[in-house]
């Protein structure tokens, strides 16, 4: 084949090694515009795990790179006059001029042919040129000229950074961060070579505006740096190499991201896009360079799979599009994690978390490290904090056996209320109420999961009232709470608990508004009734689907009558004995028919802004907790993001959730979704948890999190990072009733009381979690050891 590479980076340069390698008789050429053995930039980042992938593929240059890069393991935090340091982490730091150079050596060595000082315009000026890869870089003209067969999403964000040097050394890849009169600027440091560091300063646009760096020149903002971070730089200066750049030179990192990354082009040659052309990863985890040398990995590794010939280029490129879209997405969405943290951390977590927890935060901040995976990389640091943080709790947890408590597992304390530990059941409709009426179900499902280990189990939504014309249950097997029957069954439920366990038991009231009168959920859910259906309300007459009923909207009249019955079903619930009451505002149901601007189309004082959009179900809230003893923690369920155009996003999910706080409401339940029909959620694990996290550490209230939270792992992580205070789980308690007993096991954590009846069961479970843990440990050693390539001395010596 005729394969030619735009752009001398490391994508375009690695490829033609690799290939040229497998198959000499390839001509390739390597089109660069820069000088032979010139480049701009100070120091890149890979992982251990690239590097030990280059070593399979071309250790010739592993070997070069080896020689020439710095290794730590170490990072190093300084915040607030203290210095943290973790282990085990595994970086490469390299110098970008020197890995270029070692790969422009090792292609001439392989015989690829290297054109330096051109400028490509087009690659149609290669019209014999069977494969193209345009890896030109982040402001590629290949992908310009045909962006609409590509279709880039590009996207700039707002921070600012400026990229510098020193000649300062340091031993573990570190950040700084300093706060000034306008805000908090931070650090990325990590040597390169044996006199040079790399030193990115980065703040947000509205700080760096307000110091007037937009105005100051490159020196000016070098001058600025050196002195903001003085008392670490000790009298080194800062080095710029960009100095090509006119004006400023500070930058917006841009997201780029394809639709399509290859195509067949006019003249017969298909051109597909390769590293920061086709995809941007922010330094903020260091992945750009990983994601370029892992994408000629793979493209080779498919020609050599696939076959070489020019026939075949079609089919190879478009299973490299499949797979190597997929796990650059991965990587990029771990990196736009990272970015954002470093975004909002100056909001968010430099004034409200103390060091220790902003380092896990830290850590963490990509959610591709967990808990348990910090433990891999550094026990000791984990075990430290863990207890730290178990110190901090408002009851302390104390030890068990001198081992840490997870933090899932530590004591939380709202009002009056002390729950055992951070793990909620949540709300999950049964379907199987008579007339309202909770039965034997009911007691079984409920009564199961509290002696599961669970600290709080929560009751599904409850209405308050079946009244005619009113009715706000979800379909005819929900629950209503509105007459001495209802309560007398709850209470029934609330003993059980209180007798049989030391779990405390909430419950979820909230009216179906636009979404009642609906099938069993395994029927269909959402879905009109066959027949018998009641009249809905909702705060304007906005059906939740086509085929469902248009609601009618409330009339003042209306507002006042429903509630009354949530301050009567109030009162109820505090004679059945309920120790904790939650709001439902979430998921399209009465209240959040008000709250989102998707269903609210009122041009009274209940519409238009998102304070007119609250009135109603703040006055529900504000006569609820006038009614519920002041020693009980009321919280508010709400979807934080309509996932739908023109639909309530996380920022207004903050404003939300700070007007119930100046209502008095003690913790916000953070959903997301379900308000209408078009909503288009993106899952994940733990999706919704950074709605949470941004409402706790920007409003200041509590947060509970839920949605694809299934693993102690998971909980571990969020409770840790202070991202929220509660976990709730939701299907994993479907399947499993004893789900916290099951995960502690798994940590082989005692600080969890299991009901006496079961103990026989717990000791004989730890025993055989820890020995399959040890028969993996024995078979992961035993694999390693397998895989350990051997050196045999003659190829040693040679």
Avoid at 73 to 99: P, Y
Avoid at 543 to 557: C, D, I, S, V
């Amino acid at each position: 084949m005729k394969i030619i590479c735009i752009g001398g980076g490391p994508a375009g340069l690695y490829f033609a090694l690799l290939m040229k390698q497998h198959n000499p008789a390839h001509d390739i050429t390597v089109i660069e515009r820069n000088k032979p053995y010139d480049t701009f930039g100070w120091g890149v980042v890979f992982s251990d795990a690239t590097m030990d992938n280059m070593r399979l593929w071309d250790p010739v240059t592993a070997d070069e790179i080896q020689q020439a890069f710095n290794h730590w393991d170490d990072i190093e935090l300084h915040f607030k006059g203290e210095v943290i340091r973790s282990g085990g982490h595994g970086f490469v730091g390299i110098g970008r001029k020197k890995l270029l150079n070692i790969l422009q050596a090792r292609c001439e060595q392989l015989g690829v042919k290297l054109v330096f000082e051109t400028e490509v315009d087009s690659d149609l000026e290669f019209p014999d040129a069977d494969l193209i890869i345009a890896s030109d870089g982040i402001n590629s003209k290949i992908r310009t000229r045909y962006e609409d067969v590509f279709q880039p999403e590009l996207v700039v964000r707002p921070n600012r950074y400026i990229w510098l040097g020193t000649h300062k050394l340091y031993d573990a890849f570190t950040f700084l961060f300093e706060k000034t009169e306008h805000g908090w600027f931070q650090a990325h440091i990590y040597k390169f070579d044996e006199n040079t560091t790399t030193f990115i300063v980065e703040c947000p646009e509205h700080v760096w505006l307000a110091h007037g760096l937009d105005k100051a020149t490159q020196d000016e903002s070098i001058a600025f740096c050196e002195k903001l971070f003085a008392s670490n730089l000790q009298g080194a200066r800062l080095l710029s190499n960009a100095r090509h750049l006119r004006g400023s030179a500070w930058l917006n990192f841009t997201r780029v991201k394809c639709a399509q990354w290859w195509l067949k082009n006019a003249q017969g040659s298909h051109v597909v896009l390769m590293g920061d052309a086709v995809h941007t990863a922010h330094f903020a985890i260091g992945s750009g360079t990983k994601l370029a040398i892992e994408d000629a990995i793979e493209l080779t590794r498919l020609f050599q799979e696939m076959g070489d010939a020019p026939e075949t280029i079609g089919e190879v490129l478009t299973r490299y599009q499949e797979l190597r879209s997929v796990e650059a997405l991965r990587l990029q969405n771990a990196a736009w994690n990272a970015m954002e943290w470093f975004e909002v951390c100056g909001e968010r977590y430099c004034d409200t978390l103390e060091p220790p927890q902003f380092m896990y935060s830290m850590l963490t901040r990509s959610q591709r490290i967990s808990h348990e995976n910090l433990r891999l990389r550094d026990a000791g640091w984990l075990e430290g904090y863990e207890r730290w943080l178990a110190d901090r709790t408002p009851v302390p947890a104390g030890t068990a056996d001198a081992v840490p408590v997870p933090p899932m597992l530590t004591p939380y304390r709202v009002r009056g209320l002390t729950l055992k530990n951070r793990i909620v059941v949540s709300p999950m409709a049964q379907y199987k109420a008579v007339d309202g009426v909770v039965g034997d179900w009911h007691l079984m499902h409920l009564g199961a999961r509290a002696v599961g280990g669970a600290a709080l189990v929560m009751v599904e939504m409850t209405s308050p009232t079946m009244a005619k014309g009113y009715d706000g249950r979800i379909t005819p097997g929900c629950p209503a709470l509105e007459n001495d029957a209802q309560q007398a069954a709850f209470k029934r439920i609330v003993d059980f608990v209180h007798t049989h366990s030391d779990a405390r038991i909430g419950l979820q009231l909230g009216h179906s508004g636009p979404k009642g009168s609906t099938q069993l959920g395994w029927e269909q859910i959402d879905e009109p009734l066959p027949a018998g259906n009641w009249p809905l309300a909702a705060a304007s007459a906005v059906p939740y689907g086509e085929q469902n009923q248009t609601p009618q909207a409330l009339t003042r009249a209306d507002m006042d009558t429903i509630r009354d019955a949530f301050v009567a079903a109030t009162r109820r619930a505090e004679a059945a004995g309920f120790d904790w009451l939650e709001l439902h505002c979430a998921h399209g149901y009465l209240l959040s028919s008000f709250i989102s601007p998707l269903t609210n189309r009122r041009d009274d004082e209940y519409g238009g802004s998102v304070e007119n959009r609250c009135r109603y179900p703040l006055e529900v809230f504000a006569a609820m907790r006038a009614a519920w003893p002041e020693r009980k923690p009321m919280s508010v369920r709400i979807s934080a993001h309509d996932w739908a155009p023109g639909g309530n996003t996380p920022a207004d999910a903050l404003a939300i959730a700070r007007l119930f706080k100046a209502a008095g409401c003690d913790m916000i339940d953070v959903s997301s979704g379900q308000t209408t029909r078009e909503a288009r959620p993106i899952y994940g694990r733990m999706y919704q948890t950074p709605f949470a996290d941004r409402i706790r550490n920007e409003g200041g209230i509590a947060t509970m999190a839920v949605g694809a939270i299934s693993e102690a792992d998971h909980a571990n992580s969020i409770i840790a990072a202070g991202r929220a205070d509660l976990c709730a789980i939701g299907r994993p308690h479907l399947a499993d009733p004893a789900w916290t007993l099951h995960e502690a096991a798994k940590l082989q954590s005692q600080a969890v009381s299991w009901p006496l009846p079961y103990l026989n069961g717990r000791d004989q479970l730890y025993r055989e979690v820890g020995r399959q843990q040890a028969q993996q440990a024995d078979a992961l050693a035993h694999a390693q050891i397998q895989a350990a390539p051997s050196v045999e001395p003659q190829a040693a010596a040679s």
